[in-house]
């Protein structure tokens, strides 16, 4: 992790991976047509924007994984990040034993908890449950500004628009 660079941490549903195939937001971006990823785990319609993966690699941020997405085998890297224009990303260790054998539910808060022990730059939570998931006993240096999204529309226009004007 960039120790100067303010950080981008990424969820994939209801932000990359809007739940809806409906816009109705008119600072949304332009969606790609969906597409179904399966396997022997899961099968999954995505609905992904290229243009919203250009806008946020456009921000002079570092750009890690924080989602569920990461904790079974890297799904994110090999499957979201290519749609989105990204290279491979960053994620926290699956394997790390203060996370990997806790729910999904309290696996980013963990990640959140270790990741802001020490000082560090300015983190940008974009997760469309960041307002449940965010405490600020979490961050005592007050690192963390929460972008909640709304699921059914993704981030939006709007929304990468302030984190560049907080950059």
């Known amino acids: 992790m960039s120790k100067t660079k303010p950080l981008?941490?990424?969820?994939?549903?209801?932000?990359?991976n809007r739940l809806s195939r409906v816009t109705v937001d008119p600072h949304s971006f332009q969606f790609e047509p969906e597409f179904i990823y399966e396997d022997e785990y899961v099968r999954v319609a995505l609905n992904l924007s290229r243009q919203m993966g250009e806008a946020l690699a456009a921000l002079d941020c570092e750009i890690i994984w924080l989602s569920s997405w990461v904790r079974r085998a890297d799904w994110a890297n090999p499957i979201i990040s290519p749609r989105l224009g990204f290279g491979e990303l960053p994620y926290p260790d699956?394997?790390?034993?203060?996370?990997?054998?806790?729910p999904v539910s309290l696996?980013?808060?963990l990640v959140a908890r270790e990741w802001l022990r020490e000082p560090g730059p300015p983190v940008f939570w974009i997760d469309d449950d960041v307002d449940l998931l965010y405490d600020s006993?979490?961050?005592?240096?007050?690192?963390?500004?929460?972008?909640?999204?709304?699921?059914?529309?993704?981030?939006?226009?709007?929304q990468v628009a302030d984190i560049r004007d907080k950059i």
Request: aromatic content about 6%.
């Open 94 to 102: 699956p394997h790390n034993p203060i996370w990997a054998e806790q």
């Open 137 to 158: 006993k979490l961050d005592p240096h007050a690192r963390v500004t929460q972008v909640c999204t709304d699921s059914t529309v993704g981030l939006t226009r709007a």
């Open 107 to 109: 696996y980013k808060q």
């Open 8 to 16: 981008i941490w990424l969820d994939v549903d209801g932000v990359v």
